[in-house]
């Protein structure tokens, strides 16, 4: 038998570089299992594969893949920053998520003084 939710869960996009995609793999599991649906990354560029090989290509990929960071942005309640650093476009998603009145977590609240 399964068990049915008592209401909606919310849906939370992790943000975060990809130098962090192990902690975003734990940040999946415990949103998870808190009963949130999570929206993640799906493509690490600095791990090696044949859709990205090429330089071209992997610009090519870049883009979209920012354009479809920004889609789950606007398709999630809540963002959650995953990792103890925000790059540069990181702190665009956040500020992105902040012109769209997203609720913003971070699993380090330091990282919070320093992506404003």
């Known amino acids: 038998m399964f068990a049915l939710l008592a209401e909606e869960p919310t849906v939370v996009v992790l943000c975060g570089s990809t130098r962090f995609m192990e902690e975003m793999a734990e940040a999946n599991t415990q949103e998870t299992a808190a009963g949130r649906i999570v929206l993640a990354l799906g493509c690490d560029l600095k791990t090696p594969h044949p859709l990205w ?26 963002v959650l920053v995953v990792g103890d650093y925000a790059g540069d476009s990181t702190r665009a998603e956040i500020k992105y998520a902040r012109r769209l009145g997203k609720t913003i977590r971070y699993t380090h609240p330091e990282v919070e003084e320093t992506a404003k």
């Open 53 to 78: 090989n090429d330089p071209a290509d992997a610009e090519d990929l870049k883009l979209r893949l920012a354009a479809l960071q920004r889609a789950r942005i606007r398709a999630a309640d809540e």
